[in-house]
């Protein structure tokens, strides 16, 4: 044997993918791993011989090879003919080195597929041909996209058992087409096969000519994977500081995402102290560039503080550094997440941050993926939520970066690991960072107009009166030459918020977008009032954390339930009654009261016109517009 | 440190700056100018630089997030690279932990040998562990048969040394393609107190987050080598010129046939029965362990590129060498709830 054509070989190197299969016992998903661990050639005589021997026992393919048995690694799993846990697998061919996370299908294990698909680069979602796409093929794809997936491929297996039929795989390739449509994937890549007989996995079957596309395996061989975080901006997180002498300091850690070079200006994300990179050290000597993935140390020319934890950066590529953000979570603990309780977080390699859930915005269904209101996750669900952290940390958007957008919930009692978590965007920039300065700033506008900006907010029952009192105090405004805008529930949904439905769930996301636009309208210096049910603490909370203290008015019309419905303007009480619409404040849905408004108005006793000017009353005590 | 049941071997620091490899290029790199930029990295292909770096990231992390870590060290070719890449994970600082080898006293002899010479030339500080108890009741392979012998001189002995040295955190070469219960093993695999595995109570690692959070009694395995295969570990044994214990490579050596297998005479504790004549076989073991459990298998590979060209084509796994995965059902399963590696 020639050594060298053997070196060669091995140095011509290969790439590596992740991917995740996903779909129930049902679906021939273990088949199908085990078809290709066995035609890959990666299955020894030894393993064949056993797998024989647990066939007889186990298996549920008559006198053929059960190739689930190939996989189902646990004796209860095998006992009971399901998958519990995340197993990995590796295979590989001349082209390609693969590592598959096979994970259970069962709602019950969400969990195990969410570890599964964290670390995949592409999804097989496999759907039985005779059943098409089921409420679970909806759950996975959702929970793929959720953790990162962009590539997907749709793997219509037991073809043979609707006679190799193209109209059928026609029919389920464009059902999941049109589902799949909002998820996001970059792929998604339909191939009809056979698990149990080989068809197309990997050779291209001749009982499919109608198929002209790549067979599964050629398909996963040549998939670009060319890792999307190559192209992204360098991001260090600092893992350990090697420190064995007084001559040498150097932060160790991995390079989450793009590429840094020695001279390279950098800076700590959080301290925003910059300095430049000295030397890349590995023991193979010193690198002139270290590229994402790559393990490294990484020595700097000053001496400034930096410890695990710490995430370098260039200083025209800033993470966001905050302590407050909005993330979803998927709970993975028997207890259920309590928003409000302290819990230690890890992101990145920041370890021990005390933290807490502060507000679940809304329950996320995996099967429908429609939100829904929560006041608590259980074990598998998943939610919108917001987090504050006891210090500032450095992040990106999980969307954009995985590595740095990610993070784990522990349990403080139990050291469990209780939610993992990916960070849609922060809701506060921390004050020692740097925004971009506007030249003309809030209070600048606010003196031309001589007021105060704030947010006037007014929520209550459908039917309280709260849009006619909002109405009269901004004609009362306008009259004393103040500049408003009246932001209403009805006019929202006409333009900003026309795609959102009313469902608790959409309710959450219409009354999150009005508060950052009235936000925004108080940076111009505009007085912003708004005329919102907002049945929750939470989300009226998180409008009032968008702006200053003295900037957020909550106003409470407080009017009996018994009056609402009685007087019932729109007719929605009779209808909700009805059982004609779901979900009704103050019928099947809850109203939480505010607990310290800044102005609490009882409506029984007085007129809108005299509750108006109690409002007027209030904002020149505040000194947010002048009484003339 | 001499308490019952442990003989400890530290092996001196010899090495400051830690451990630099024998090839004189990259050692001259290295003396000559701190500058100097490698291209030996290079050479390595992509999904091998990738599975290093995942393990030196895995290794930092344990370091950084536990009190009193340990290396486990069986002197096989997982150990060997296991041992390779971590003394690259903290270069140019020594390694942060000792060895630990639980020795069996079953061991072949050249590996002891190697053992020793291996903690000599890095300079790394090494613990030998026997269960002595065990070693006093007479528990051996031949007599007690494998599973009582591999309970007692692995397993309880493992235990006794984490114990003894109140190690939090061990590291174990295993590797995921191993064995079906291993696949679903977890990087960080967690053991409540008295060393005990429960596959139903793992924590779910997602990305490289990992959870080091630890109760009183409490530990962790961890299993830096858990995506490599025996393939790649022999690749990146070719490529970054490893020295392994010889007795991988093929050779004459003395073997008899026993229960199926291959088995070498390496001390006359083996006991020939009356049918058994020692012959003379080219062979070589894909894995190590206690020599009458390990089996050979015949092969010309005499260097690591026959070895690595032998596995393109190799039609049995690594484990059917082992007779102590057959012992019983779902054996390796039950060993580790037991608190085997």
């Known amino acids: 044997m020639p050594s060298k054509a053997t070196i060669d070989r091995v ?109 995949a680069q592409l999804a097989i979602i496999l759907i039985d041909a005779r059943k098409g796409v089921l409420v679970q093929t909806k759950r996975h794809s959702f929970i793929c996209s959720l953790l990162g997936i962009r590539h997907v491929v749709l793997a219509v297996n037991k073809i043979d058992l609707v006679k190799y039929n193209k109209e059928r795989f026609d029919r389920i390739v464009g059902d999941y087409m049109a589902f799949a449509a909002g998820l996001g994937f970059t792929s998604v890549v339909p191939i009809p096969i056979s698990a149990r007989y080989g068809d197309n996995v990997i050779n291209q079957s001749d009982k499919t000519k109608w198929y002209q596309g790549p067979c599964l395996l050629d398909y996963l061989e040549s998939i670009d994977i060319q890792s999307d975080v190559a192209r992204q901006v360098f991001r260090f997180p600092v893992q350990w500081v090697n420190r064995p002498n007084l001559d040498f300091r150097g932060y160790a850690g991995s390079v989450a995402s793009g590429s840094i070079s020695a001279g390279d200006e950098i800076v700590v994300a959080a301290s925003g102290r910059t300095t430049r990179v000295k030397r890349i050290v590995t023991q193979d000597g010193n690198l002139p560039r270290a590229d994402a993935g790559d393990a490294v140390t990484i020595t700097l020319e000053d001496e400034i503080d930096i410890g695990r934890g710490d995430l370098l950066a260039r200083p025209n590529e800033r993470p966001e550094v905050t302590d407050q953000f909005a993330a979803h979570l998927i709970w993975m603990d028997n207890d259920p997440l ?79 690991t209780v939610g993992a978590g990916m960070i849609a965007f922060p809701l506060r920039r921390a004050t020692n960072i740097a925004r971009q300065p506007l030249s003309v700033g809030k209070s600048e506008r606010a003196a031309l107009k001589n007021q105060k900006p704030c947010i006037i907010w007014f929520t209550g029952l459908s039917g309280a009166g709260k849009s006619t009192i909002a109405n009269i105090v901004d004609q009362k405004l306008f009259a004393m030459s103040c500049h408003t805008i009246l932001l209403d529930g009805d006019n929202m949904r006409h333009g900003l918020n026309r795609d959102l439905g009313f469902s608790e769930a959409d309710r959450v996301e219409n009354i999150r977008r009005v508060g950052e636009v009235a936000k925004l309208m108080a940076d111009g210096g505009l007085i912003v009032i708004c005329s919102f049910i907002s049945p929750y603490r939470a989300e009226r909370d998180m409008v009032r954390n968008l702006v200053a203290r003295e900037e957020f008015i909550e106003i409470f019309v407080d009017t009996p339930l ?27 849905a809850p109203y939480e009261i505010p607990m310290r408004p800044e102005f609490h108005l009882r409506t029984m006793d007085q007129t809108p016109e005299q509750l108006a000017e109690a409002v007027i009353d209030v904002l020149k005590a505040r000194a947010i517009v002048h009484g003339h | 440190m001499q308490q019952s049941g442990c ?112 903690a000599k030339r890095l300079g790394v500080e090494l613990i030998v562990h026997v269960n002595k108890e065990g070693l006093e009741r007479g528990i051996n392979p031949i007599d007690c048969g494998s599973a009582l012998h591999t309970r007692v001189m692995k397993t309880d002995a493992l235990k006794q040394a984490l114990d003894l040295y109140q190690f939090d955190a061990a590291f174990g070469g295993a590797r995921r393609d191993e064995e079906k219960s291993r696949a679903k093993e977890r990087i960080l695999s967690f053991r409540s107190a008295g060393h005990v595995w429960d596959p139903r109570n793992q924590r779910p690692e997602l990305w490289n987050l990992f959870n080091t959070q630890l109760l009183q009694g409490e530990t962790m395995r961890v299993f830096a080598m858990s995506n490599w295969t025996e393939l790649d570990i ?14 991988y490579f093929a050779k004459q050596r003395p073997v008899v046939r026993r229960s199926g297998a291959t088995i070498m005479v390496d001390d006359k ?52 060498g082992r007779l102590i995965d057959t012992d019983e059902a779902a054996s390796m399963e039950k060993k580790k709830w037991e608190g085997y590696f």
């Open chain 1, 11 to 119: 140095q011509a190197g290969k790439d590596q993918l992740q991917f995740i299969t996903c779909g129930s016992v049902d679906d021939g998903k273990s088949t199908l791993i085990g078809r290709l661990l066995h035609d890959s050639k990666v299955i020894y005589e030894d393993q064949l011989a056993a797998l024989a021997r647990d066939s007889a026992k186990h298996g549920t393919t008559g006198n053929d090879v059960d190739f689930a048995l190939l996989v189902d690694g646990l004796e209860a799993e095998r006992e009971q003919g399901i998958t519990i846990d995340v197993a990995y697998r590796f295979f590989t061919t001349l082209r390609r080195s693969f590592m598959v996370a096979d994970t259970p299908g069962h709602e019950q294990y969400t969990r195990n597929m969410a570890t599964g698909a964290s670390n």
């Open chain 2, 269 to 320: 504790r083996l006991r020939l029965q009356s049918n058994e004549t020692p012959e003379m076989r080219m062979i070589r073991f894909r894995t190590l362990g206690c020599y009458p459990l390990s089996g050979a298998i015949d092969s010309d590979a005499t260097t690591i590129e026959d070895i690595v060209a032998e596995m393109h084509t190799a039609t049995v796994s690594e484990r059917q």
């Open chain 2, 7 to 118: 003989r400890v071997v530290r092996s001196c620091l010899l090495l400051r700056q830690g451990y630099r490899p024998k090839r004189k290029r990259c050692a001259k790199w290295h003396l000559t100018n701190n500058n100097s930029v490698s291209k030996k990295n290079h050479m390595l292909p992509k999904h091998l630089r990738r599975l290093e770096a995942e393990s030196i990231e895995i290794m930092r992390e344990v370091v950084a997030g536990f009190k009193n870590p340990v290396m486990l060290y069986s002197i096989g070719k997982d150990s060997s690279v296991m041992l390779h890449v971590a003394i690259k994970a903290f270069y140019p600082a020594k390694l942060p932990f000792p060895l630990l080898h639980v020795d069996t006293t079953w061991k072949f002899r050249e590996m002891i040998t190697f053992r020793d010479e291996t």
């Open chain 1, 338 to 416: 309590v928003a409000g309780r302290n819990y230690i977080l890890r992101i990145g390699t920041r370890t021990g941050v005390a933290g807490s859930i502060t507000a679940i915005k809304h329950r996320i269904d995996v099967n429908t993926r429609e939100h829904l209101a929560a006041r608590k996750l259980s074990l598998n669900e998943i939610g919108f939520c917001n987090v504050a952290t006891a210090l500032p940390v450095a992040f990106d958007p999980y969307e954009v970066n995985r590595k740095t957008g990610s993070f784990i919930v522990i349990d403080r009692f139990t050291n469990r």
């Open chain 2, 234 to 247: 022999w690749e990146y044994i070719m490529l970054e010129k490893i020295p392994v214990v010889p007795l």
């Open chain 1, 562 to 588: 018994e009056e609402c419905v009685q007087r019932d303007p729109k007719g929605l009480y009779s209808k909700a009654k009805s059982g004609k619409i779901k979900n009704f404040t103050g019928i099947d």
